[in-house]
């Protein structure tokens, strides 16, 4: 079973989702109207130590009814944000209260729940960050959030096509402009030798970021929120999807007066996505690199855990011939009908019945089978799970999975926080057009 810290004592404070005007595109651009937790892109940062609690006042000031999902949290069931599943959607001009614990230090987010393929389109997310009690021997502390934004180019305004059925059945809703913090080509000053942390977080519906370093070296030494037990040299690019999270550790190489930064790729073309200005000395030159402190995670067991298999299905190129809507089955074609090109098992959309029923603390091994044309990035609320790799050791802690077209992987996880949670693609587009699914442990 999951034990919780005891909570430090916080007040609650408000957290308003609302519509504001920021500059996203360069300038020349008008500002472009975005909904926003806290009047900026990327919502108010949320910043505590390990043990602490989360109290926020969700105010509802949208058009439509939201929740907020604090993903990658190992949360208690009630405040997971699920409508539907966990709790009531808050209507326009309400409000709700989010009072948790977070056990564990790392980078995670909070974004909407509610119509997310709309509402985290149009800016709805924020960083969470949990400090450990030893914090690493770091110049400077950088949260980098990555997005796109689809910018109509003669009003900068979002593009409101967010039922495009091209998008639902192809690779998601994929935008023209990328930003990091809510920016475009953002620059951050730096001294050469100067030691960072990189928290990046991407918080696009669809698009998966291809990283590597430019003018620096480093080390991976956490993923979606977990540190790795021995940190991984950054060599060449490395995936990002969306929903995942990665910490770096990383070394200011580059000269005075020479720009430094992370880019991506894409298509064979690179492009960058943060400048650090490179001016004056780090005081210190470090060497070598040291694990992050662990987290208390459960023991995985592979000996007595039953397998079940989950299977990717439908999208362009390998439309659904059938699929059941509740307990309904429909053909492909009244499925496209109603906005339904994907399913899981079966189900296009959250079944009645768990795709898993487990038993508190029981050992379950999960076997997604990729059958579509375009990769998914599978994400589990209220747990994290292990990789299990080709030679079947266990990999890194993960909560979200990136699964590519045609591939099969495994994941083991230990059921052990009580509840009905939430299982579906994070390519919000997918999710929203039937890749949904949920499991339950009591």
């Keep these: 079973m999951l034990l919780l810290p005891k909570a430090v004592h916080a007040a609650i404070d408000d957290l308003v989702a609302q ?8 300038d020349g651009y008008s500002e472009t109207s975005v909904w926003s937790f806290g009047g900026n892109v990327p919502g ?3 910043r505590l130590r390990k043990g602490q609690s989360v109290r926020r006042r969700l105010v509802n000031d949208l058009p439509q009814p939201a929740t907020i ?9 009630a405040m997971d944000g699920v409508p539907g599943l966990t709790q009531d959607a808050v209507q326009p001009g309400h409000s709700f209260t989010y009072d948790f614990v977070v056990p564990d230090a790392g980078t995670y987010w909070y974004h909407a729940h509610n119509r997310s393929m709309e509402q985290v389109a149009r800016g709805l997310y924020g960083p969470l960050i949990v400090e450990e009690d030893n914090l690493p021997d770091v110049d400077q502390d950088l949260t980098l959030v990555l997005d796109d934004w689809r910018l109509a180019p003669e009003t900068g305004q979002i593009v409101e096509d967010f039922d495009n059925q091209h998008d639902l059945s192809h690779a998601g809703r994929l935008g023209n402009l990328v930003t990091v ?16 942390r990189l928290r990046l977080i991407n918080a696009a519906n669809a698009r998966i970021f291809d990283l590597g370093l430019d003018g620096l070296t480093g080390w991976i030494v956490a993923l979606d929120g977990m540190p790795l037990v021995d940190p991984l040299p950054v060599s060449g690019n490395v995936p990002l999807a969306p929903a995942q999270r990665m910490d770096l550790i990383v070394d200011v190489q580059s000269d005075e007066g020479q720009i430094a930064g992370l880019v991506s790729q894409e298509r064979g073309d690179s492009f960058g996505l943060v400048r650090l200005a490179v001016a004056g000395q780090a005081a210190a030159n470090r060497t070598g690199i040291r694990p992050l402190p662990a987290n208390e995670m459960p023991k995985v067991r592979l000996d007595d855990a039953p397998i079940h ?11 659904l011939d059938s699929a059941n809507l509740g307990e309904t089955e429909l053909s492909g074609r009244e499925l496209a009908q109603l906005g339904r090109f994907w399913a899981l098992n079966g189900y296009s959309d959250r079944p009645d019945e768990p795709f ?6 029981s050992a379950h091994q999960i076997e997604f089978v990729n059958e579509t044309a375009f990769p998914h990035a599978m994400h589990l609320h209220g ?9 079947g050791t266990l990999g890194p802690w993960r909560d979200t999975i990136l699964i590519g077209r045609g591939q099969t992987h495994k994941i083991a996880l230990i059921a052990d926080n009580p509840g009905d949670w939430l ?6 587009g997918h999710s929203a057009s039937g890749m949904m699914s949920w499991f339950r442990v009591s």
């Design 356 to 361: 898993l029923d487990a038993r508190l603390g």
């Design 383 to 391: 747990h994290h799970f292990r990789i299990i790799l080709d030679d």
């Design 19 to 26: 519509i504001v005007s920021r500059q996203l595109a360069p």
């Design 181 to 196: 913090n809510g920016q475009f080509d953002p620059e951050y000053a730096v001294a050469r030798g100067a030691r960072l």
């Design 309 to 319: 298999r989950m299977t990717l299905q439908g999208g362009a190129m390998r439309w």
């Design 423 to 428: 299982l579906h693609c994070h390519m919000l």
């Design 69 to 77: 999902h604090w993903h990658g949290i190992r949360i208690v069931n």
């Design 44 to 46: 108010s940062e949320i």
